[in-house]
Nanobody, 126 residues
Framework: QVHLVESGGELVQPGGSLRLSCAASQLTLDYYAIGWFRQAPGKEREGVSCISSTDGKRFYTDPVKGRFTISKDIAKNTVYLSMYDLKPEDTAVYFC???????????????????WGQGTQVTVSS
């Protein structure tokens, strides 16, 4: 059974930084497109960033460009989302997901993804 497990979310002050981790079991993350998504209370889930498999293409939604970085550690079978200069509007539950259909590209649409983690809460507040 495939499991994705996110970790690293916590309460942080505006301007602070966090690194989220997405670890997988029964799935080699480097073989597939991996995405990070977030969902704030009362809002739809939105794509934040994704990384493709074959050439490591990275995409970011506009509000996080220049502040968030997606990366992966193949040896640890883990994908990271490093977040800097966090803002209150970044507050949400963050999810990672795997798209088993894509290798050389990635999308920021939730419906493209096949496996999801349970999410980790990020709260940006003073």
């Amino acid at each position: 059974q495939v499991h994705l497990v996110e970790s690293g979310g916590e309460l942080v002050q505006p301007g602070g930084s966090l690194r989220l981790s997405c670890a997988a079991s029964q799935l080699t993350l480097d073989y597939y497109a991996i995405g990070w998504f977030r969902q704030a209370p009362g809002k739809e889930r939105e794509g934040v960033s994704c990384i493709s498999s074959t050439d490591g293409k990275r995409f970011y939604t506009d509000p996080v460009k220049g502040r968030f970085t997606i990366s992966k550690d193949i040896a640890k079978n883990t994908v990271y989302l490093s977040m800097y200069d966090l803002k209150p509007e970044d507050t949400a539950v963050y999810f990672c997901a795997a798209d088993l259909k894509s290798m050389d590209d990635c999308q920021l649409f939730p419906y493209e993804y096949d496996y999801w983690g349970q999410g980790t809460q990020v709260t940006v507040s003073s």
